[in-house]
């Protein structure tokens, strides 16, 4: 498969610097616990987060660093993106006969992002051998399926953001809000967040869908908001939608930039 | 092969504090011309005259604001991709290869972005690797080598799929004499024996001397000219220029219809216009001749006569 | 006097010239502050007071912090690093001006940039829709000034410092990228040090990461005095020297190999 290949191309040159490249994953990997340390710090001071204990917090912290991980390797290097745009390289992707998101994101791959990855993993073991998950073959499938549907929702939000630079090049710092963000808030229960934004995280950008719903569904855990039941299971479908709306943003961002001009 | 009728594209440029005020600027005018298969020609114009946003609009990059185009009876902005099969194209700044990866490796992900059958690729490849001699550095990372064997690597990925048109932006901009050289009598090549159409934009009077047989001059958003080099000469070429070698030194002729421009011991130059059979008569009253050539009009001159309108 | 003045300009304007990219930055910084505040509010559903913070002296705390963000410009700065690789640093060797004095001054006429626009737009936003902790006396508004003037300085030198490693690697953003997230969080940017168990916080304090945020913010909300000044000042001095004495190492090495 094409993108298989780009990948692999790009995967080889990373790993030339082999020396440089396995410091950079240790360390990466090491000091991503200093992440998880703000989650332990904040349960220092209180025993739950909103109806959360540490480990169910952990929890989520994992699951969604898991999937942000992943996201990250796949369209990390878009943060690059502007730089495509005003050096007028992105012209040439289009006198090939491939779609131009396509090329874009197998453009590069980050596999210095798998430290990320390998520590949530471990935070997930933690957190898992501490809760009392009521595990079935429906709640074992979840797990790796809500880290996928998590990834593709990062994924999707990543490349509707950084459409704007087709706009504005300087925009991609706003861009940032929404990416890093979303990391930062899928790490904790939404129930803590004020009512408007929860409601922009469920509907609009479904953050919501990340880890918390699918982590509703495995932990077994009312909603201490109340919110319907069948949001548990809704993160395909969430991912599924901002996927396509990120396509169509795409598109209609190239179609800006072949009538605006560079 | 290429057919454009009345094309012209249209900015909107907005500035100011805020980026309110609003400005158009026409970057191409009604423009109109024609390419048979199998033609090289050069494209020239001054910076910012609408040169890049022209060939922007054949290749399927910027789609035009009203007009009509068709590239191999395709058209470029909503036949993007199909396009793309059958053109190649080289910006000469910009880097269509993999920075990091050697340069075969750049080949073989652009045969299968192309999807070129593995034999037909060989082949290709076989090819552009003798007549360019790419084998000293097929193996070296694209960031490690010169701009002369950069540029071969980046027109042998321009041709590696075989498309029928090329598209050249500055291709020899940065090179010595020698790679120059070898720049062109490839174009050459691939025009003359493999019937290749070339549209070439360049700023090399050189390049153009010596490969193009048409010229397409654009100012400000308008075709200025459009025909043979020759034709170029003969209507903007007025002046030219008779070298004279006398049998001695001699102080600067004074000839009716001429004037010296120069004098280097027994040689002089003599700029005049019209007949230079007249012109050596005249001359050969005044002093006695050794030698004598016609320099033919310096394209240079030309294409800035043409630029400034006369 | 004056020279420190022009080169501040330039520093200043170099930053103002990109409005676009300024408003983008304030609309991440007020999205994170929403998102912070909201999780470190939720601690207080439990407590009323942490390490000497209540709610409102923490939501000040996250609404200073996202202000001062841009203008402590801990994270991502490597002007210095690409000025070593591309070989520009060969001219400073020979300006009349001393590159960390030139460095520092330039950074705090970026700072008051950021100051005043990346800086104060969220923190408004976060006045108009919390109730916050002001200083409660004049002074406090003049200390706190003082206080991010010589944050900045501090960050500066750090900066400066982690740059350096281009000096001796071509891969300076690994180390870099480590020393940024220490600085990160020990200086009480993530979570407040007030949250930090005693052994962690004697452990932040040793270093120079607290004096980078931290401090202006605990002379804002009233939980540090003028003293805490001192130790910024201390730092500021420690670390400017070590600037200078690293960039002579690294001048050393540049002119013997040729960069």
């Keep these: 498969m094409l993108y298989g290949r780009l990948v692999l191309a790009r995967v080889r040159s990373q790993l030339q610097y082999r020396l440089s490249f396995a410091l950079d994953t240790v360390a990466m990997f090491l000091v991503s616990f200093l992440d998880f340390l703000a989650v332990l710090l904040i349960f220092h001071a209180t025993p739950r987060l909103g109806a959360f204990s540490v480990e169910e917090v952990a929890f989520l912290y994992a699951t969604s660093g898991l999937s942000f991980a992943i996201a990250e390797l796949v369209v990390g290097h878009l943060d690059g993106f502007p730089q495509l745009i005003r050096d007028g390289s992105f012209d040439v992707l289009l006198v090939r006969p491939r779609g131009t998101l396509f090329q874009v994101v197998s453009i590069d791959f980050q596999l210095r992002r798998l430290g990320l990855a390998v520590q949530a993993f471990v935070v997930l073991g933690w957190a898992i051998s501490r809760l009392d998950i009521p595990w079935d073959a429906g709640r074992v499938a979840a797990l790796p399926l809500m880290v996928a549907c998590g990834a593709a929702i990062f994924c999707g939000v990543w490349v509707l953001t950084i459409s704007v630079v087709f706009w504005a090049v300087e925009g991609r710092e706003a861009a940032n809000a929404f990416t890093y963000g979303g ?6 229960p939404i129930d803590v967040y004020g009512r408007w934004l929860r409601r922009l995280l469920a509907y609009v950008i479904p953050m919501a869908f990340v880890s918390y719903f699918p982590a509703l569904y495995v932990l077994d855990k009312p909603d201490p908001l109340g919110l319907p039941h069948w949001l548990r299971y809704a993160a395909p479908v969430a991912a599924v939608g901002i996927c396509v709306a990120s396509a169509l943003m795409w598109r209609f961002a190239v179609r800006h930039y072949r009538s605006a001009g560079g | 092969m290429i057919e454009v009728e009345k094309l012209s594209k249209r900015f909107v440029v907005r500035e100011g504090r805020f980026r309110r005020r609003r400005r158009t600027v026409d970057a191409v005018s009604e423009i109109s011309f024609g390419v048979e298969r199998g033609e090289l020609l050069g494209y020239l114009g001054p910076n910012g005259a609408g040169k890049s946003t022209t060939v922007k609009m054949l290749t399927g990059i910027l789609v035009p604001s009203s007009g009509r185009v068709r590239v191999a009876g395709l058209e470029p902005s909503r036949q993007r991709i199909q396009l793309a099969r059958r053109i190649g194209a080289m910006f000469g700044q910009r880097v269509q290869l993999w920075w990091d990866l050697p340069l075969a490796d750049s080949f073989e992900l652009l045969r299968h972005i192309y999807r070129v059958p593995a034999d037909r690729y060989r082949e290709s490849l076989d090819r552009f690797r003798e007549v360019l001699d790419l084998d000293p550095f097929l193996q070296t990372p694209v960031r490690q080598l010169s701009l002369g064997q950069r540029i071969r690597g980046e027109l042998t990925a321009a041709m590696l799929h075989g498309p029928e048109l090329l598209f050249l932006d500055e291709p020899t901009i940065g090179l010595d004499v020698v790679a120059k050289q070898r720049v062109r009598d490839f174009l050459v090549e691939l025009n003359r024996e493999r019937g290749v159409t070339i549209l070439l934009t360049t700023h090399d009077l050189g390049d153009i001397e010596r490969l193009c047989s048409r010229l397409l001059v654009i100012d400000h958003g308008r075709l200025i000219w459009d025909g043979g080099i020759d034709d170029l000469k003969e209507r903007y070429g007025e002046e030219r220029t008779l070298v004279v070698d006398l049998e001695e030194p001699s102080p600067p002729l004074e000839v009716e219809g001429a004037r010296v421009e120069r004098v280097d011991g027994p040689r002089q130059w003599l700029r005049f216009r019209g007949s230079a059979a007249e012109l050596t008569a005249r001359v050969a009253e005044h002093a006695r001749l050794v030698d004598l050539q016609v320099a033919e009009p310096d394209i240079e001159e030309i294409v800035r006569r043409i630029y400034s309108g006369r | 006097m004056r020279l420190d003045w022009e080169i501040a300009k330039r520093g200043y304007r170099r930053y103002a010239a990109y409005p676009a990219a300024t408003w983008a930055g304030v609309f991440t910084n007020v999205v994170f502050g929403f998102l912070r505040g909201y999780v470190l509010l939720a601690v207080f559903d439990h407590r009323d007071v942490v390490g000497g913070y209540d709610a409102a002296d923490t939501i000040t705390y996250v609404w200073l912090g996202q202000g001062l963000i841009a203008t402590v410009y801990i994270w991502g700065w490597f002007d210095f690093a690409l000025r070593i690789r591309t070989g520009d640093v060969a001219t400073d060797l020979v300006r009349p001006v001393h590159p960390v004095r030139y ?48 944050a900045v300085a501090v960050s500066f030198g750090f900066r400066f410092l982690y740059n350096a490693a281009a000096f001796w690697t071509v891969d300076y953003r690994g180390p870099a990228m480590i020393a940024m997230i220490v600085a990160n969080l020990l200086s009480g940017f993530i979570v407040p040090l007030a949250f930090f168990p005693d052994w962690l916080k004697a452990i932040a304090n040793a270093t120079p990461f607290p004096s980078m945020v931290q401090t202006p913010i605990d002379v804002f909300v009233g939980q540090a005095d003028a003293t805490a000044l001192l130790v910024q000042l201390f730092w500021c001095v420690v670390l400017l020297a070590a600037c200078r004495a690293v960039f002579a190492a690294g001048a050393r090495k540049v002119v013997v190999q040729g960069g």
């Design chain 1, 183 to 188: 990391r930062q808030l899928t790490q904790y």
């Design chain 3, 103 to 150: 460095g520092l001054a330039f950074d705090l006429g970026r700072a008051l940039y950021h100051a005043v626009f990346r800086g104060i737009p969220p923190f408004l936003l976060g006045a108009l829709v919390y109730d916050l902790t002001y200083p409660a006396e004049l002074w406090r508004w003049l200390a706190f000034v003082v206080s991010v003037a010589l």
